[in-house]
């Protein structure tokens, strides 16, 4: 059973930095994509970032390109996404995910959830 449990979140003001943590456990990581998506409140979940198995291809929202990087350590089961420049409108519950790297697959395996509240 695939397990996911991030870390990392908090209150920030406005142009600070923060990096979320998420440790897998239960699957072969290697042979997995992970990404970050986030959900405001009384909105839909969108997807923040993702990156491929052997960690060679990334892939951002408009709206966080150039200020968040997605991150994997194999070795430690861990994918990371350092926020910078952070802005009140990445006030969400961050999610970690995760998809078998291959063609058609979805993300089914998700985390709790990490808070992160950016403060104007």
């Known amino acids: 059973q695939v397990q996911l449990v991030e870390s990392g979140g908090g209150l920030v003001q406005a142009g600070g930095s923060l990096r979320l943590s998420c440790v897998a456990s239960g699957l072969t990581f290697g042979l997995y994509t992970m990404a970050w998506y986030r959900q405001a409140p009384g909105k839909e979940r969108d997807l923040v970032a993702a990156i491929r198995g052997s960690g060679s291809s990334t892939a951002y929202a408009k709206s966080v390109k150039g200020r968040f990087t997605i991150s994997r350590e194999d070795a430690g089961n861990t994918v990371y996404l350092q926020m910078n420049s952070l802005k009140p409108e990445d006030t969400a519950v961050y999610y970690c995910?995760?998809?078998?790297?291959?063609?058609?697959?979805?993300?089914?395996?998700w985390g709790q959830g990490t808070q992160v509240t950016v403060s104007a």
């Open positions: 995910a995760a998809r078998l790297d291959s063609p058609g697959a979805d993300f089914d395996s």
